[in-house]
């Protein structure tokens, strides 16, 4: 029988991260399910569990260096045919008024997170015949608006680090795309858009949808970053 497939998803508690999960699982690759509260990733393993598929949690905080090399050693011996770097936080503030702590938890979550995490499990991915890193971005790299420079700021510096490690990557086919949704239904939108219009967001299932569909591309084919958002939308 072959092995199943593994994915890596941070952020799976909840969002886009519990969505792609949820995809994954039912097309039966195992999760490794990343995140900071322990009981959010058990409600979706137990979701996966439900629906058949299997999963395994790592409750831990990716801007924290420890930890992430800590789960570089409980998978040390695995392959990881997917890594989903997803996890994020968001900041809506002028200039003016964001701190500097402020500023290093943006970038420290959003950007020296998924580096960190993408060398410790780049072992991993060098296993798999087929390997994809997925980092999430923003539509905000792209329309650019007010208000959002650190967070603009920290998916711009992700955008980048996707192309360089695309470009690194790409001799050992191993594919790394960035999805950049728009504004999306989730619990991150219900706390930075309170009362929004539902019907103007893009559904986490369409994006991980969209993100199954870059991790089932056959080896050695790839597709350039790209954008997710409604037509309502602006
Ligand atoms: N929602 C949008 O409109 C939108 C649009 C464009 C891009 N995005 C991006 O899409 C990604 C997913 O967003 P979402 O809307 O699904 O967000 P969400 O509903 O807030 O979910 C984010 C998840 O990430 C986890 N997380 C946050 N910081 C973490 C850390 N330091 N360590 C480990 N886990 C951490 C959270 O865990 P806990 O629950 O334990 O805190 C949460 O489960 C983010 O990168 C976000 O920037 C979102």
Not at 32 to 38: I, K, P, Y
Request: net charge negative; proline share 4%; hydrophobic share 45%.
């Amino acid at each position: 029988m072959m092995a199943k497939r593994r994915a890596v998803i941070t952020g799976a508690g909840q969002g886009m991260g519990r969505a792609i999960a949820l995809r994954f699982a039912d097309d039966d690759i195992h999760c490794a399910l990343v995140g900071r509260t322990e009981s959010k990733l058990r409600a979706v393993a137990a979701e996966i569990a439900d629906r058949g598929g299997t999963a395994e949690v790592h409750a831990l905080d990716v801007t924290d260096d420890e930890a992430v090399a800590e789960l570089g050693v409980a998978l040390a011996d695995a392959t990881v045919d997917v890594l989903i770097n997803c996890a994020g936080d968001w900041l809506i503030n002028y200039l003016q008024d964001t701190s500097n702590a402020q500023l290093d938890h943006i970038l420290r979550t959003n950007l020296r997170a998924p580096y960190i995490l993408s060398r410790a499990l780049l072992p991993n991915l060098r296993r798999s015949d087929n390997a994809s890193i997925i980092n999430i971005g923003s539509l905000v790299t792209s329309n650019l608006v007010p208000t959002v420079s650190a967070y603009t700021a920290s998916k711009a510096g992700l955008k980048g680090m996707t192309g360089s490690l695309a470009a690194e990557l790409k001799p050992e086919l191993i594919r790394v795309v960035m999805i950049s949704p728009g504004p999306a239904d989730t619990p991150m939108r219900d706390a930075a858009s309170p009362g929004i219009d539902k019907s103007v967001l893009v559904d986490a299932d369409t994006i991980a949808d969209m993100a199954h569909t870059v991790v089932s591309l056959p080896r050695g084919i790839t597709t350039s970053d790209f954008i997710l958002y409604s037509m309502r939308w602006g």
